[in-house]
């Protein structure tokens, strides 16, 4: 493992809390990231988010249902030779 590998953790503000102050001042206070876990509501109520996310949505369910025919496709072809 080299000197300056970067990690990512995901720990309770508790915990983060029991780091002793020196070293979260040296290393860890300036890169603090916080994520809400449950803020879809929140994202939804913009527009631009909301058109990404159905268009996310929609493309997702025709790329599953796309995979499907092709595979049966695929099935059928496999069957057809025997």
């Known amino acids: 493992m080299s000197g300056n590998s970067t990690l990512f953790l995901k720990m309770s503000e508790q915990d983060f809390m029991q780091i002793p102050d020196g070293v979260r001042q040296a ?15 929140e994202l939804m109520k913009d527009e631009h988010y909301r058109k990404l996310y159905k268009a996310k949505k929609t493309a997702s369910k025709e790329l ?9 496709q695929r099935r059928k072809t496999i069957n057809n030779k025997f």
């Open 27 to 41: 290393h860890l206070a300036d890169k603090v990231y916080q994520q809400e876990d449950n803020d879809f509501d």
């Open 64 to 72: 599953t249902n796309h995979t499907h025919f092709l595979r049966e």
